[in-house]
């Protein structure tokens, strides 16, 4: 329940925005990137940029072999540019790619060719990527305290580093790991601090995506400490309004959101909430928002939604499960309604 159930799966989507880039492109975004990194002179400054983003556009859209090619080709090239950045930058990029694939040699050999290079790498954001890279690795190899260790190198150089959408981009990154990792040893104190520093950041840099995303980890943040801590209903309180407030969010900037159905993802949260928490008081709205997730999951056709005939609108629901999967990078809806023995929705 709450926000995912596995919060580290959740780390893979947040990876996307780093580029920036979108988890699912549709074709025609596709083709403009490429349109775009065609246009620009081969081994310039700025194609070295739009490579990160391209690659992993179509990393994410299961074009892998042509990412890695392109991402190849590239660091070939930026290993003989003056400016080191880019050949770090797009090291990092390799190195995380290939350990999502298991190619986990591989991935430290373009770590390392990252690393090599920060000595002579003057610009900040970058110095500041490279350790994210490394923690971001080091958290997916249990190694928590060294991932830390990391991720505080990589906020030291992101704040001396000019406050970029990119730049921006990567300290909430760093400020998630964090959080992650505090939320996995279940300390709350530290969790709620990152996740904080996560909201404020999302609020200042102005996305509504990221924004959105910060009210959703807060939301479950508070949620989960509200199950250790049942009688501060305080925080039940604050996992409520943060979840409203990430409904609210996309209600008003629908248009310019990364994945159509985050209005779904958030009812999901608000109907396990109302469901789990409120009891009977909870009841009619924890019915709306599951009702409305699904409305969604029928009108963007992303779901397999079967409902029995024998099901009637005046059956009272005895209980509502309601889970986020996220598989391939892609988020997909669980939801489960079940009246005694009738379960009337299941997923593909």
């Known amino acids: 329940m709450g926000y995912v159930q596995n919060l580290w799966l959740s780390i893979l989507l947040f990876f996307l925005f780093l580029c920036p880039c979108f988890a699912v492109l549709a074709q025609e975004q596709l083709q403009e990137l490429r349109k775009s990194y065609y246009s620009l002179p081969l081994g310039s400054k700025e194609r070295f940029v739009l490579t990160g983003k391209y690659a992993q556009a179509l990393y994410f859209n299961n074009e892998k072999a042509l990412a890695g090619q392109l991402l190849h080709d590239n660091i070939q090239l930026a290993r003989n540019y003056p400016d080191k950045q880019y050949y770090a930058y797009l090291n990092c990029i390799a190195a995380m790619n290939s350990f999502n694939d298991h190619a986990f040699e591989k991935s430290r050999f373009y770590l390392e ?95 509504v995506n990221s924004l959105f995303d910060a009210y959703m980890q807060a939301g479950y943040l508070f949620e989960e400490e509200y199950r250790l801590n049942r009688g501060n209903f305080d925080l039940l309180r604050k996992a409520e309004q943060h979840y409203l407030d990430a409904y609210s969010l996309v209600n008003k900037n629908d248009k310019h959101l990364i994945n159509p ?43 397999a939604i079967t409902v029995p005939p024998m099901v009637s609108s005046r059956m ?26 009738i379960t009337i929705i299941r997923w593909d």
């Open 113 to 207: 060719h990252a690393k090599s290079v920060l000595p002579i790498v003057n610009e900040n954001g970058t110095k500041g990527y490279v350790h994210y890279c490394d923690g971001w690795i080091m958290t997916r190899q249990n190694k928590e305290d060294e991932a830390v260790a990391q991720f505080h190198k990589a906020i030291s150089y992101l704040e001396k580093a000019p406050q970029t959408e990119a730049n921006i981009a990567r300290k909430l990154a760093v400020y998630k790991e964090l959080t992650a990792i505090y939320a996995n040893q279940r300390n709350y104190a530290f969790q709620e601090k990152y996740t904080s520093l996560l909201l404020e950041t999302a609020k200042a840099g102005g996305n």
């Open 316 to 341: 009272k629901l005895s209980k509502l499960v309601a889970v986020m999967k996220v598989r391939n990078t892609c988020k997909k809806l669980w939801i489960t309604l079940i009246e005694s023995h």
């Open 261 to 303: 159905t985050d209005l779904a993802y958030v009812s999901v949260n608000l109907a396990n909430l109302y469901h789990e928490f409120y009891l009977d008081s909870g009841a009619k709205k924890a019915i709306a928002y599951a009702k409305q997730a699904l409305d969604i999951a029928a009108e963007t056709g992303q779901y």
